[in-house]
Every structure is written in structure tokens, then in C-alpha cells.
């Protein structure tokens, strides 16, 4: 398979799910906008205008190590290895010995050809990590509406009345996007309203900042149903024609007991009557989720409460309404989409399901096996044990919120570990086979925003060396495992066959066509932008109410409880240098005589990071806010309970 040649005509930023358009500017390492749905105004953010600006040091050949000992090879024979190794580990354990791990900022091609090798070689242990960073939101979107996806354009923000957004900070995440939609709408008189423990950019601009505790979103928006409810606000044509479980709904909010909900949030009971009324007297309202709102005690849902609430009133279906869930890296829709997941083929379909297996069949030729695959994360628990060999797309698993020391042993305990990576990491030191791969701006292919836009990549920048895209890389290790049996699976003359492929066997992108996706880009299932708006994708055509959540919150005793930002999935590159100090209410301060600039020491008791503080009195009393990559090893020790501290005490003067 042949990439395609740079060209001019643009690309997609590779820097957030937003997917805005650019193409490199007359000093090629600044990128210049161009004029898309995604951004309209063609403005780009700091981040996206150096788009351009690659890795340092680049991979540029492939490389095999043997006991040790690195050596430079020819594609072909690195290919070869890969394969030879693979197989033996086939022959020795079986196919789910094998684990594939894709990526979120890699193309819906690239993951969809890796499904494919992994599946075509007879196992579905493969698997992105952008998967778990909107688990909670993506499957109550998937179990009660249909879809794991953002269900309006983000054009239709300009349309709504009423814009929640919680556990996000769209405006220093997606920025673009929150200046082009959330920001003219508010100018245009609709009531912004955020809904996390931390106040930042996003809140600058809000009309209401409710700041519950850390975990306790979803007594909010239950909070907030009961108000709706007792206003009258119920839209109950929308309700009695689109919806099931509205009387159990109904008897759960008559026994939900408010009082102790608010106290348990710390929330004020008259900020949610106030918001409660505006909801309900609105036309439109949209809600904006981020990874804060996915919680960390695993006991209640905010996004099945928030789902109740935007069925309550009426407001799935319709432009200017909606849930939109706030991904952070280019791809994490398409990843998903094109099926890099261990019990859904592509298009969402469950490994389960016998006809979408056959319908895979018909286009492969080889039938998808029936038992889900194992998570990234349990994949990665059984390297060195169940799990032998391991193809590894753009991820770096040896950095992250685990144990460093036990992941590099997990990696070393495997048979082979093939890494395909732009630049040197901590990971492709372990690997057996190394790859180099081409950077976001230098690939062909489609890309799928946070809005389900398709959009078309077109190499920017030339690939240097050796380094070919993950997709050529991919097809051609395909072509080398089914050459021995004289079988085509992977044989596609360009990347337009690898995506119109895509779209023959997930039904969501049938009717697309890489021809015709031309510069604007298309939504799918449906340019229409709208998901749901005459039935729900469930078997009844129906969607479902949930329940109120659990009115419980653990005290955690003895500290600050910590919110971290900028998480994998809502930031890509180096944090901002105003991310990095710890932001703590001027009254938590005051008691420990700590003052903005201060050195201080933050520790859960087994783990402690040295950073700088930053009196914000727009965070929670008794919550302090770190960025992630500060936070890590904090993160690691799995508690939300923190001490802080000054690095040096005050001194005190006198006897
Ligand atoms: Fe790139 Fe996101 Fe910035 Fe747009 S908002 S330029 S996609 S980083």
C-alpha cells in the first residue's frame, strides 16, 4: 500500500478530539487554520499552531534486538522477525496469547487494520486505552440511546438555551471548539452553567458555578431532576412517545431524599432551584462531559444521572440539545469505531452477535472468533503469563499510572514485543522489533472527531528515513503472515480501500465514502448531525430511564481531596506551565500558612510530590487541584485523600 504525497489542501490537528483544520504555514513549523466545521472562524489554538512541531528525535529505522544486542535491519526482514516470532507463539500457546494494543491519536485505519490482524490471526484480545477515559459516559450512551457517542454537531451549541458542562474544562481543553460554539452562544443570552469542584477557565465565563464535592456529580444532577420535576418541567409528550422506566424514575425522585443529597454534595439548595428552573424553562439544553465526571469510587453514575435529567426534559434528539462527551485525543471516537476494542467488532457490533461475525466473513473471508478479548489493562497484568506476544501501535505502556519498575518487567517477561513508535520511549526500549512510524501530519487516512465527523488527514510534512504510517506498516505485515497460505487479506492498493472497507462492515459509517468526504468532512451514521431524532438505536426504539443514584459520599479522612486535570485523554503534549502548581482554597491555605508561590509537599501518606501553590478561590473548600502529570505518581498510590504542606516550614522568630 502506497501513502499518499504531501499536498497543501490541509489536515486534521492531531492534537485534540475538537479536529480542527490546518495545514503548515509559510515557516513550516507553525500551522495555519483552515476554514472547517469544527473550526469555523479557522482559528487554531496555541497547541494546534504547532502542530508541525514533531518529536526531536525521530525513529528512522527499524530495528531488532537480539539478547541485547540492537541492530539496524531492512523493513523487510524486521517484518519477517515480527512474524516468524508471532508465529511461533500461535503454535505454542494458541492466538490469545497475542495482545494488540492501539491508539486513540492513530487513524481509523490504523486501528481498524490492527482489529483486523488480530482477529484474522484468531484472537480479539485488542484493545485502545481511550476506551476507559469516558467508560462510564460511553456506555450509558451506548445502553440507553444506542450509540457510544456524542449525539449532536458542535454547531448546534449555538442553538441551545441553557449549556451545562461538567467535569471539563472545555475552554482550556477544547478550546476552538469552546470559543467557535459555547462562548457565542453565551454571548447570544444562553445560561452557561458549570458543574465541577474546581473553578478555572470554563467557570470564568459561567453564569452559575455549582462546585459539588469530588465524586458527587451525580447527586447534582438528581438534585436537579427533582427540581425540573417539582417545577413541572417534565416534557411528557417527549417522555410518554420516546422513553420506558419514566413511573420507576418518577418513585425513585419521590423517595430521593434532597436534603441530604445537597448536604452530601455540598451543594446550596437554591443554586439548584435556580438552575433546575432554567432548565426547565428552556427550549434546548446541551450538556458537555469531560473525564470528571467519570468519578473515582465506582458507586454512582453521573452520566446516567445526567441522561435521566436531559430525558426528563425532553432534550435528546433536537438541534441545540444533546449530550457531547468531550474527548481529548484526535481519534478516540474512530479507535473505537473501527473496532480496536476486545468485544465489539467495528461499528459496535458485539463479538457475540453471529451476524455481524458473518457479516465480517463475507468481506474478510475469515470469521472473527465469538469469545470477547481482554482489556489493555488485563492484557498488560498477563504479559510474561497467558500473554506471549504483543504488537504495540503509538502507546508508551511503561509510562503510566501503574508501578513503573512492574511494567517494564511485565514487558521484558513477554516472547516478543513489537513496538511501532515515531520516537524513541521508555517502551520501544524493551521491544524485540522496533518500527518507525510516521507523525500525525504525515498520514493519509480519516480521522473521527468528537462530533462523529469523518474527517480526511493529508500528509502535511514528508516521513523521514525509514518511517512509514502505522497503516502501510500494518497492511504489510498482514500481507507477510497470510503470504505463506497465498490469501489477500491485506492487500489494498491505497489507504481510500482500507476506509471503504471500514464502511462495509460497520454499519454506523455505511454511505460514507473516502471520495466523498471531501474538506467539510461528514457525520455519521448521518450528515444530519442529529442522533435520535425519530427513535433511539435500541431494540425498542426506546430509550431507558435509570434510577436515582446512591446518597452516599466517603469521608476521606485526615486530608484535601484531590482533583486532578489534564488527564491522557483531555491533553496531548507537555502541560501548560499554569497547570502544574497546586490550586487550594485561600482558607485551606491560611490554616497551613501557605501562600500563593510557596514551595509545598502534597502526600497521600505512601506517595508525596513537591510542587508550587496557588491560592484559587474558585476550588472547593477542602479540594485542591493538580495537574495529572504532576499528580502521577500521587495517582499511582489509587486515594483521592492528600496532605499538604510547606516544603520548609516558617521560621519563627523569638524565644
Ligand atoms: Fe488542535 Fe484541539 Fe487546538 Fe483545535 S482546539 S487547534 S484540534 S488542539
Not at 525521530?58 to 522477525?81: I, K, M, N
Not at 440507553?144 to 472545555?170: F, H, Q, S
Not at 503510566?400 to 521508555?426: C, G, N, T
Request: charged share 25%; net charge negative.
Amino acid at each position: 500500500m502506497t501513502d499518499d504525497t504531501p499536498t497543501e489542501t490541509g489536515t486534521v490537528c492531531p492534537l485534540c478530539g475538537v479536529g480542527c483544520r490546518l495545514r503548515p504555514g509559510a515557516d513550516e513549523s507553525r500551522a495555519r487554520g483552515v476554514t472547517a466545521p469544527p473550526n469555523p472562524n479557522g482559528r487554531l489554538c496555541g497547541s494546534g499552531v504547532g502542530a508541525f512541531d514533531v518529536a526531536d528525535e525521530r525513529l528512522t529505522e527499524p530495528v531488532v534486538q537480539d539478547e541485547g544486542d540492537r541492530r539496524v535491519v531492512s523493513c523487510e526482514a524486521a517484518y519477517d522477525r515480527v512474524v516468524e516470532r508471532f508465529e511461533a507463539v500461535v503454535d505454542a500457546h494458541g492466538p490469545d496469547a497475542l495482545a494488540f494494543l492501539g491508539a486513540p491519536h492513530c487513524t481509523n485505519e490504523e486501528n481498524y487494520l490492527l482489529q483486523k490482524l488480530a482477529r484474522t490471526l484468531g484472537t480479539n484480545n485488542v484493545d485502545n486505552r481511550a476506551r476507559h477515559c469516558h467508560s462510564s459516559t460511553t456506555r450509558a450512551l451506548s445502553e440507553r440511546l444506542g450509540y457510544p457517542a456524542t449525539t449532536n454537531a458542535l454547531g448546534d451549541l449555538l442553538e441551545a438555551d441553557v449549556i451545562l458542562v461538567a467535569g471539563a474544562n472545555p475552554a482550556e481543553r477544547q478550546p476552538v471548539a469552546f470559543n467557535s460554539f459555547v462562548r457565542p452562544a453565551v454571548n447570544d443570552g444562553a445560561t452557561l452553567v458549570h458543574v465541577d469542584p474546581v473553578g478555572n477557565r470554563t467557570t470564568r465565563l459561567a453564569d452559575v458555578h455549582l462546585a459539588p464535592r469530588p465524586d458527587t456529580d451525580a447527586l447534582v444532577f438528581d438534585l436537579l431532576s427533582a427540581a425540573v420535576f417539582e417545577r413541572g418541567g417534565v416534557d411528557e409528550a417527549f417522555v410518554d412517545r420516546r422513553t420506558r422506566g419514566f413511573e420507576e424514575f418518577t418513585a425513585a425522585l419521590e423517595s430521593f431524599d434532597r436534603e441530604r443529597a445537597a448536604a452530601v454534595a455540598g451543594v446550596d439548595s437554591e443554586q439548584i432551584r435556580h438552575v433546575g428552573e432554567a432548565v426547565a424553562s428552556a427550549d434546548r439544553v446541551a450538556a458537555l462531559v469531560g473525564t470528571g465526571v467519570e468519578g473515582t469510587d465506582g458507586r454512582a453514575s453521573a452520566p446516567e444521572a445526567l441522561l435521566n435529567l436531559l430525558l426528563l426534559t425532553g432534550n435528546v434528539g433536537r438541534r441545540g440539545t444533546g449530550l457531547y462527551v468531550l474527548r481529548g485525543l484526535v481519534n478516540e471516537q474512530g479507535a473505537t469505531d473501527a473496532g480496536c476494542v476486545p468485544d465489539r467488532l467495528p461499528g459496535h457490533r458485539p463479538v457475540t452477535d453471529d451476524d455481524a461475525r458473518a457479516r465480517i466473513a463475507a468481506e474478510w473471508g475469515i470469521e472473527p472468533p465469538s469469545t470477547p478479548g481482554r482489556s489493555a489493562s488485563e492484557l498488560l497484568s498477563s504479559f510474561g503469563d497467558s500473554i506471549h506476544g504483543a504488537l504495540v501501535v503509538g502507546e508508551n505502556p511503561a509510562i503510566s499510572k501503574r508501578d513503573r519498575k512492574w511494567i517494564r518487567q511485565r514487558l521484558d517477561a513477554l516472547d516478543v514485543l513489537v513496538v511501532l513508535d515515531l520516537a524513541p520511549s521508555a517502551t520501544t526500549r524493551h521491544a524485540d522489533v522496533v518500527l518507525p512510524a510516521a507523525a500525525g501530519v504525515e498520514k493519509a487516512g480519516t480521522a473521527t472527531n468528537l462530533e462523529r465527523r469523518v474527517q480526511r488527514l493529508r500528509p502535511g510534512a514528508t516521513t523521514p528515513g525509514a518511517a512509514r504510517s502505522d497503516a502501510a506498516i500494518l497492511a504489510s505485515l498482514g500481507q507477510r503472515f497470510f503470504e505463506e497460505a497465498d490469501e489477500d487479506h491485506f492487500e489494498y492498493a491505497g489507504i481510500d480501500e482500507v476506509f471503504d472497507e471500514l464502511t462495509r462492515v460497520a454499519p454506523a459509517y455505511e454511505g460514507l465514502s473516502f471520495t466523498e468526504i471531501g474538506d467539510e468532512g461528514q457525520q455519521w451514521p448521518s450528515d444530519d448531525g442529529v442522533l435520535y431524532r425519530e427513535t433511539f438505536a435500541t431494540t425498542d426504539g426506546l430509550a431507558a430511564f435509570g434510577t436515582t443514584q446512591p446518597i452516599e459520599h466517603s469521608a476521606r479522612r485526615g486530608g484535601l481531596e484531590l482533583v486532578t486535570g489534564g488527564r491522557s485523554s483531555e491533553f496531548y503534549g507537555n502541560p501548560r506551565p499554569d497547570d502544574c502548581p497546586l490550586r487550594i482554597h485561600p482558607e485551606d491555605a491560611s490554616e497551613r500558612s501557605i501562600e500563593t508561590g510557596d514551595a509545598v509537599v502534597v502526600s497521600t501518606g505512601t506517595a508525596a510530590v513537591e510542587t508550587s501553590a496557588t491560592l484559587d478561590s474558585g476550588t472547593r473548600r477542602g479540594t485542591v487541584y493538580l495537574h495529572a502529570s504532576v499528580a502521577d505518581p500521587l495517582l499511582r498510590d489509587d486515594t483521592a485523600a492528600v496532605t499538604v504542606r510547606l516544603t520548609v516550614p516558617p521560621v519563627t522568630m523569638g524565644g
